[in-house]
């Protein structure tokens, strides 16, 4: 079943970008994934932040903890389409957050969605830094 993840599953595809469709912005610019059990397991536990403009992508997941983390995090669930179905934002270590009708989970720096100006509802969308033109950009 296709989901708005098959570009980065795809065999040589190039980096990609996270893009909100409602306003055109880039979302994240780095994307990290964690497609199978073992790196969705380690997520982002040996990490002390993720830097501006990075998002790491799990799937499939409609659950996320960050229990062990060392820093706060925002977190947006997607349905297989890539509606932005709920927004965590600024969730802090020890906590644990779902969405039952997730298919993917985006993780990014406290304040990222808010400063990309993504709200649920929106549709998130990966494209290939050769196919984007200059859109605007958080």
């Known amino acids: ?13 190039s980096p990609a970008l996270l893009i909100d469709e409602r306003n055109g912005r880039v979302i994240a610019s780095t ?10 397991r380690r997520g982002l536990l040996k990490h002390d932040s993720l830097p501006e403009g990075t998002a790491l992508i799990i799937a499939p ?15 947006a669930f997607l349905s297989r389409s890539g509606e932005l179905l709920k927004l965590r934002h600024n969730m ?3 906590r644990m957050a779902a969405a039952w009708r997730g298919f993917a ?3 990014m720096s406290s304040g990222a969605f808010d400063r990309a100006g993504v709200r649920p509802g929106d549709r998130l969308r990966i494209a ?11």
């Open 92 to 94: 802090p270590p020890w």
């Open 31 to 40: 994307l990290l994934t964690a497609f199978d059990s073992a790196s969705r």
């Open 105 to 107: 989970v985006v993780e």
């Open 128 to 138: 290939s830094r050769e196919t984007t033109t200059s859109s605007p950009t958080v």
């Open 61 to 75: 997941s409609n659950a996320i903890h960050t229990f062990f983390m060392r820093f706060s995090i925002d977190v």
């Open 1 to 13: 079943m296709a989901s708005f993840l098959d570009p980065l599953l795809r065999a040589g595809t």
